[in-house]
């Protein structure tokens, strides 16, 4: 019963953790365009895709405090900014948009409905990528 409490007292706490992360990283975004890196481990040749495109994390705006990482990713183009955890894989998605001429994001938009959930393979590869940086 004592592991239940803490572990729904750990999630309620992230997102407030998060909010406040993310309203120092609206700052820096406001100032700097994303530096976009690729994810090589992301493009996974397929019979219907021959030739993928990798993920993106942008290098200059992720934020991170101890295990807690807030980032913005490019996948099968589209703009995403996520919440995560390095340590238990553990992912939010807070925004979604699409990208402008200059590969930057607009039309940003909450995600809305949204629940922490456990990063597939393909979202293992882009945290980490996220949370070595």
């Known amino acids: 019963m004592k592991n239940n ?3 729904k007292a750990f999630f309620i706490l992230i997102p407030v953790g998060i909010i406040l992360i993310l309203l120092q990283s609206t700052k820096v975004k406001a100032e700097n365009n994303i530096k976009w ?3 090589p481990e992301t493009a996974i040749p397929s019979r219907m895709n021959p030739n993928p ?3 993106y994390i942008g ?3 992720s934020i991170r405090r101890g295990e807690n990482i ?3 990713a490019y996948i099968d183009g589209q703009y ?3 919440a995560g955890n390095c340590r238990t894989q553990m992912l939010y998605r807070l925004s979604i948009g699409s990208f402008n001429k200059k590969r930057q994001p607009q039309n940003i938009r909450p995600y809305l ?3 922490w959930f456990q ?3 393909f979202q293992e590869e882009v945290l980490k990528a996220a949370c070595s940086l």
Request: no cysteine; net charge positive; charged share 25%.
């Open 80 to 82: 995403i900014l996520y």
């Open 113 to 115: 409905n949204e629940k």
């Open 53 to 55: 495109q990798p993920a």
């Open 59 to 61: 290098t200059n705006t």
């Open 70 to 72: 807030v980032f913005d």
């Open 5 to 7: 409490t803490l572990k």
């Open 37 to 39: 890196k690729a994810v």
């Open 119 to 121: 990063a597939s393979k």
